[in-house]
């Protein structure tokens, strides 16, 4: 398995925009489809994005397409979620996770590895 730590959150006004970054430990990211989850209070975790090994598929949620884009670095063990013309509604704890099974997944059950989350606050 690898491990995933997340960086990036923080506190945006309605409109502005937010990078986040989670980075792997090991040799075989490469190897690995990664997705982004979020999860609001009181809410159930949800499935925002992934992205396929190789980068060349990726998917959104209905919500946030247009909006947000996912990336990856397979060289820097990293993948990004950029976040712009950011909502309240986008406040969340957002996970990244990776799956060494499917190509993607919307499903947090088909996902290996977690990080431990980064926190996103969008004001009014």
């Known amino acids: 398995q690898v491990q995933l730590v997340e960086s990036g959150g923080g506190l945006v006004q309605a409109g502005g925009s937010l990078r986040l970054s989670c980075a792997a430990s090991?040799?075989?990211?490469?190897?690995?489809?990664m997705g982004w989850f979020r999860q609001a209070p009181g809410k159930e975790r949800e499935f925002v994005t992934a992205?396929?090994?190789?980068?060349?598929?990726?998917y959104y949620v209905d919500s946030v397409k247009g909006r947000f884009t996912i990336s990856r670095d397979n060289a820097k063990n990293t993948v990004y979620l950029q976040m712009n013309s950011l909502k309240r509604e986008d406040t969340a704890v957002y996970y990244c996770?990776?799956?060494?099974?499917?190509?993607?997944?919307?499903?947090?059950?088909?996902?290996?590895?977690w990080g431990q989350g980064t926190q996103v606050t969008v004001s009014s």
């Open positions: 090991g040799r075989t990211f490469s190897s690995y489809s």
């Open positions: 996770a990776a799956d060494l099974k499917h190509g993607w997944s919307t499903r947090a059950y088909d996902y290996d590895s």
């Open positions: 992205i396929s090994w190789s980068g060349s598929s990726t």
